[in-house]
């Protein structure tokens, strides 16, 4: 009786080189940059491997590259299909349109504006863009019908052998463009792709490398899977970082990441939209909320890297300008700075007066106000939004309020209701 055995799928340094000598001609070598001021503010060598800086401005030009090249000529006369929530689907795009083949992609309904219109600014007349769902798992599973129907190929963002290995090429870069030995390497993982072609290349060429895996804390799928030493799914998560947004990381990236990664960490969302400003304001670097995972992580590691060659994958810059006022909005949150409450104001003349004269600190700012006057009531209720200078104002203010009677209700801790106001 003969028994059946199967091998976990790792990529090896020469599929990884196989894949750096194919994609050559679309991917460029992006700089390794060191940044003064997280050098400065860290007390470490900080590198940031710019993979904003692509053609599609994003990593995932390499990945879905190498993989659509690796297609028979019947293969790609049928035609291509991918689900992605923006950068894949660019990187199969910009492909695509290269080799002269004919893609779907498909989308999830919200995903910004900007990356469904630069998909299809590389993709031109040769694919065809279909928004479905609410989520990457949507998209996936209406293209993975369209890929049974009509025979196509799909192209996996993250559980493909092949995109592993593309997307390892960045390892092979890192390696050959720094002579001092990495200590650390922090990557963004979404469905695991990235991390997995990491942990091939850096395996071979610096097995001392820890190699620190980098989630939204809103979507904490590899972390939890890790945990819970087995692949899981999550059917609530935050779909802000929409880059890193998955419920499910793939089934071989997890056996990779599981074993290969050092640590495994999550980032609150307002502190990675706090490390998007200050990379604007003070670096002129434009990056997603993915982008800035891995600069945000550094926070939480600061004693473990003092002294120590960090790089920091900054694996993206398509970020929407509409987006701003959310991602500053989180950021002030993150800080404590911006507070929600419900105000009962009495129905009186000068009630509004009183409070900005007596209630309001100096430096403190009203930044939303909905009221609706009730005329059989004795106070209206009225939604404030206050933004402070000091997070320490918080408490006086709001002791304020309760002195003079205004005090309502404090929403920041309500997710119930406060989820209508950002």
Do not use: W
Request: one cysteine or more.
């Amino acid at each position: 009786m003969s028994t059946i055995t199967t091998t976990t799928y790792f990529p090896e340094l020469d599929d990884i080189q196989k894949a750096a000598s194919t994609i050559k001609e679309v991917a460029m070598v992006t700089p390794l940059m060191n940044s003064i001021r997280y050098s400065r503010r860290y007390d470490a060598n900080i590198l940031l491997k710019r993979e904003d800086l692509q053609r599609v401005r994003s990593y995932k030009i390499r990945g879905a590259f190498n993989k659509i090249s690796s297609l028979t000529k019947e293969e790609l006369e049928k035609g291509v299909v991918c689900a992605s929530a923006g950068n894949h689907a660019q990187g199969v795009a910009f492909a695509c349109h290269h080799l002269g083949i004919e893609g779907t992609v498909y989308m999830p309904s919200v995903t910004p504006k900007q990356k469904v219109a630069q998909t299809q600014m590389f993709g031109g007349d040769h694919v065809k863009i279909v928004l479905e769902g609410d989520t990457f798992d949507d998209s996936y599973k209406a293209a993975m019908e369209t890929c049974t129907s009509e025979g196509k190929t799909f192209v996996h963002p993250f559980e493909d052998p092949k995109t592993i290995e593309g997307q390892g090429t960045i390892g092979l870069e890192i390696f050959k463009q720094t002579d001092v030995p990495i200590d650390y390497i922090f990557v963004a993982i979404g469905g695991g792709g990235l991390a997995s072609g990491l942990c091939g290349a850096m395996k071979a060429l610096s097995p001392k490398t820890k190699i620190i895996g980098v989630e939204p804390a809103g979507a904490p799928s590899m972390l939890s899977s890790i945990q819970n030493n087995k692949n899981t799914e999550i059917f609530n998560i935050d779909k802000f970082i929409d880059g890193a947004a998955v419920q499910k990381v793939g089934d071989l990236n997890f056996d990779i990441c599981k074993e290969y990664l050092s640590d495994m960490y999550t980032v609150p969302e307002g502190l990675v939209c706090q490390t998007i400003l200050d990379l604007y304001n003070r670096d002129a670097i434009v990056v997603e909320p993915a982008g800035a995972l891995t600069l945000a992580a550094l926070e939480f590691y600061k004693d473990k890297i003092k002294g120590k060659n960090v790089v920091c994958i900054v694996s993206g810059s398509n970020n929407d300008i509409t987006r701003t006022a959310e991602i500053k909005e989180r950021a002030l949150l993150y800080a404590d700075l911006k507070h929600y409450f419900i105000v009962r104001f009495p129905q009186r003349a000068g009630a509004l007066k009183q409070f900005v004269g007596e209630v309001l600190g100096p430096n403190d700012d009203i930044t939303h106000f909905e009221y609706s006057k009730k005329s059989s009531r004795e106070n209206g209720p009225a939604v404030v939004g206050i933004e402070l200078k000091d997070k320490n104002d918080l408490e006086p203010l709001v002791s304020r309020m309760k002195a003079l009677n205004f005090f309502g209700d404090y929403l920041n801790d309500k997710p119930d209701l406060f989820q209508f106001l950002i």
